[in-house]
């Protein structure tokens, strides 16, 4: 008995089908399997008004949380918030203005949280800006540098009473695999000589894992933890700045291989979840983490005395001493 003509072009259709979603699924990375519920704890998340933040907010508020949006656009965060209610029925969603590109506003957003808030029990350092044209924050620093790591500095020193005093609790800093290409340039630091936009990120990524690896050591036996993360290569607005996503026609041309290769932002949501509820994790802390895993760092990553000098020029940058 002979085959219909079209069975084996279906049957072929339907493997390569099946193999393109499995492949998918393996390049969408680790996803957190935890049961974990946080009623009665507050969040604190940058970067809350879209991608990978939003994502993480949404399903921090159905956990039973507090969350705290902290946005510097506040129609979008409004615009999320309305989301976030809708979806998890959580109607204890806070906006709080906070541009990381403004030491002034930073200071003015602590000096609230510390005022109105009893206690900060997960702080999620997200927001962050890539590759863009050479700019300056309010306070003169190279745009990457100044707000991917020492506004997220100064933020984090001056809640840390705070979270100190609502241990156990946590830190989490959003990193990326692009601190492998980094290197602290101490010689031109706010790449005010030179400035090149793919060194500067990952220069302001490493500063990430070098500032979580120093704060670690100095959290010890606080009952606070602190780790840093890869959240994958997630298709995002953070990628507005790169030429290739400006292109229609690029876009268009590749956009099977974007979605075959770039996770969601709820994908790229999985690991900071992981770092922020897993009980598996009580008590880790100085770690770097990559779906949902522990992951080895750069050797430059790992160099304390690079941690250290960072964080005096940071410190006295920030004017936090």
């Known amino acids: 008995m002979s085959l219909p003509p079209y069975v084996v072009p279906l049957s072929i259709f339907g493997t390569a089908a099946g193999g393109i979603v499995l492949l998918k699924d393996y390049m969408s990375g680790g996803r957190f399997s935890g049961k974990e519920r946080i009623p009665g704890?507050?969040?604190?998340?940058?970067?809350?008004?879209?991608?990978i933040g939003k994502e993480t907010a949404k399903e921090l508020a159905r956990r039973g949380g507090r969350v705290i949006l902290a946005c510097r656009d506040l129609e979008k965060a409004e615009q999320a918030k309305a989301e976030i209610v809708l979806e998890t029925a959580n109607r204890n969603i806070v906006i709080k203005k906070l541009d990381l590109a403004s030491m002034g506003s930073i200071r003015a957003f602590a000096k609230d949280i510390n005022a109105s808030e009893p206690h900060v029990d997960i702080l999620i350092n997200?927001?962050?800006?890539?590759r863009c044209p050479k700019m300056l924050t309010e306070d003169g620093f190279e745009m990457q540098l100044g707000v991917n790591h020492l506004g997220h500095f100064l933020l984090t020193n001056l809640l840390l009473d705070k979270i100190k005093a609502s241990s156990p609790s946590r830190i989490i800093n959003v990193s990326s695999l692009a601190h492998t290409r980094g290197h602290i340039n101490f010689d031109d630091l706010n790449s005010?000589?030179?400035y090149d936009p793919g060194a500067a990120y990952a220069q302001s990524k490493l500063a990430n894992v070098l500032f979580t690896r120093e704060?670690?050591?100095?959290?010890?036996?606080t009952g606070v933890t602190v780790n840093s993360l890869h959240p994958g290569v997630v298709k995002t607005e953070l990628g507005r700045h790169m030429s290739f996503f400006k292109s229609t026609v690029s876009s268009?041309?590749?956009s099977p291989l974007i979605w075959l290769l770039l996770?969601?932002?709820?994908?790229g949501a999985q690991t900071t979840l992981c770092c922020?509820?897993?009980t598996e994790l009580e008590g880790i802390s100085g770690k770097y983490f990559s779906d949902c895993k522990e992951?080895?760092?750069a050797e430059q990553a790992k160099d304390d005395e690079t941690a250290k000098r960072l964080w005096a020029i940071s410190e006295k940058w920030t004017r936090l001493s």
């Open 263 to 267: 996770k969601s932002p709820v994908q």
């Open 295 to 297: 992951k080895e760092v």
């Open 276 to 278: 922020a509820l897993s």
């Open 126 to 130: 997200n927001a962050g800006i890539m």
């Open 252 to 254: 268009f041309l590749l």
């Open 192 to 194: 005010a000589k030179s």
């Open 41 to 51: 704890k507050t969040v604190i998340i940058t970067g809350a008004n879209t991608g």
């Open 215 to 221: 704060l670690a050591k100095k959290l010890e036996n």
